[in-house]
């Protein structure tokens, strides 16, 4: 099977490394694009990067590589990003899958579906360049150290840009919700997929990022679905 893994806000390929080691050991191919202006793209920073540059990113990759009938995960923030790439290229993906991530509908922004806590932060902030959060319930020393020092700042406009979607996929969705950590801004996007015929939903008792945490765990979900 071929996944496409996409990382949330500043992320890059660099967060996938354990469970796509774990994925290509069963024999799996594993894509993990770094989106521009983080991880190793973070000289191409720049204000004008926005969510569009970031779905054009995973389109590149499709694309390029020639790629279909894969599994595409999108974490966190990555969740605009794979709404907007499985509408447009929708005939090609097999599942979507949503890592405690956003789940946008049509005209909206990570701004408009963040906490009003998090949106007050974000409106507030002088410049374009938006700095990494605390640790999002990672309470492991080694776990908090690997994942702060590469972590960098995110463009503002891939956060304010409202995505654009016709409804062109219909395929299988997946919801993993992580239930670990509280507050969570994913609760809301949890509860109505788990209530919604139309999704898998499976939970893990763990932080924002399982990736790290529970590698092992993620990468049976992933593969059964």
């Known amino acids: 099977m071929k ?5 949330g806000a500043w992320g890059g390929s660099w967060m996938w490394s354990r469970l796509a080691q774990l994925l290509r050991a069963q024999g799996h191919e594993v894509f993990t694009p770094s ?31 020639r790629l279909s009938d894969f599994a595409l995960v999108g974490h966190s923030y990555g969740g605009m990003v794979v709404s907007a ?4 290229v929708a005939e090609k ?11 946008p509908k049509d005209g909206q922004s990570l701004l ?15 410049g374009w360049q938006v700095p990494p959060p605390g640790p999002q319930g990672i309470t492991d020393p080694q776990e908090l150290a690997w994942l702060q020092s590469r972590r960098n700042p995110q463009p503002l406009a891939t956060l304010k840009e409202k995505v654009s979607l016709k409804g ?5 969705r997946a919801y993993i919700f992580c239930s670990g950590y509280s ?17 898998q939903y499976h939970e893990l008792p763990t932080h924002h990022y399982p990736q790290i945490s529970m590698p092992r765990e993620l990468a049976a979900i992933l593969t059964a679905l």
């Open 3 to 7: 996944f496409v893994l996409v990382h």
């Open 35 to 65: 989106m521009t202006g983080i991880g190793e793209r973070v000289h191409l920073a720049s204000p004008s990067v926005d969510l569009s540059t970031h779905v054009n990113d995973v389109l590149g990759t499709i694309e390029y590589e």
């Open 85 to 88: 790439v499985a509408d447009r």
């Open 93 to 103: 993906i097999r599942s979507l899958v949503y890592l405690d991530a956003f789940v």
């Open 112 to 126: 408009d579906l963040a906490r009003p806590e998090m949106r007050e932060k974000l409106l507030a902030l002088q």
């Open 168 to 172: 062109n996929y219909k395929g299988k």
């Open 183 to 199: 507050p969570t801004t994913f609760a809301p996007f949890g509860a109505a997929t788990k209530a919604d015929k139309a999704w």
